[in-house]
């Protein structure tokens, strides 16, 4: 009971602040998914245990990836990534000794994984009506995590994937994507989708939030651990709490991308 109201409380006081620095744009908000970014990236480096010349080259590759997407979008950050793999091969280099390229690995899926898949969300801010379409995108995220856990826990029998993570069932995953659906399709006349290109983003980032809870559920799995952080109370790290958003940020921006370079 104390958990679930520490969880209440954490989203009463964090949703709003979301929302009105969504709304704000420019810094306040790209301030936002850098913090989110790094504070995800710091669980993601404690989960897999990497040396800390490798954190510390994530965190720099991130900050100056989302520094360049921010003012730039696309069109200069590949060199930042190609700079970047070039930097993190000569920590391999000339430190065989110490590091191994498993581990190099590690830290490269970690930028591609949280910095890189959250960048979207400033793409998206960016994009015609970014403003309302940024707000759809949370709020989708939200609707479906939400009706995942509260219809899974009261109705789930069937396990979606019990060895990664018990708790998650098929009632909770189609309550939750019938909940994206059900939201863009409302939020459509809004953001100017029409309501074939509602259902299907309703669709896919519904898809997407199931699969990046369990994407941070087999991580934890394979840690050890039950949660990725404590920084937010009834929730636990970063990665628990955005886990979906994870997921949801690209796939959003893509399907929204392209509606709007077609002219939708």
Not at 33 to 42: D, E, F, H, V
Request: proline share 4%; aromatic share 14%; charged share 10%.
């Amino acid at each position: 009971m104390i958990k679930v109201l520490a969880r209440i409380f954490t989203a009463v006081v964090g949703i709003p602040v979301i929302i009105l620095l969504a709304l704000e744009g420019g810094y306040p908000f790209f301030l936002l998914i850098l913090s989110l970014a790094l504070m995800g990236l710091y669980e993601y480096y404690w989960l897999t245990n990497l040396p800390q010349l490798l954190r510390h080259w994530g965190y720099l590759i991130s900050a100056l990836l989302l520094i360049t997407i921010n003012r730039q979008q696309f069109r200069y950050s590949w060199l930042v990534f190609a700079g970047g793999i070039i930097l993190l091969l000569s920590a391999m280099l000339f430190g065989f000794d110490q590091y191994n390229f498993g581990q190099a690995g590690a830290a490269l899926l970690g930028v591609c994984y949280i910095p890189l898949f959250l960048s979207c969300l400033l793409l998206i801010r960016s994009l015609p009506l970014g403003r309302r379409l940024t707000i759809m995108v949370f709020i989708l995220t939200w609707i479906t995590d939400t009706l995942a856990f509260f219809v899974g826990s009261r109705f789930g029998r069937r396990r979606l994937m019990a060895k990664i993570s018990p708790q998650k069932t098929w009632a909770g995953a189609w309550a939750g994507l019938a909940g994206s659906v059900t939201a863009a399709f409302w939020a459509a006349p809004y953001v100017d989708l029409e309501p074939t290109a509602a259902i299907f983003t309703g669709v896919t980032t519904g898809i997407a939030a199931v699969l990046g809870d369990l994407i941070e559920s087999a991580l934890k799995r394979l840690a050890g651990v039950k949660d990725s952080g404590t920084i937010l109370p009834g929730h636990g790290g970063i990665l628990d709490r955005f886990d979906a958003l994870l997921l949801v940020a690209p796939t959003a921006y893509f399907v929204l991308s392209w509606w709007h370079s077609r002219g939708g």
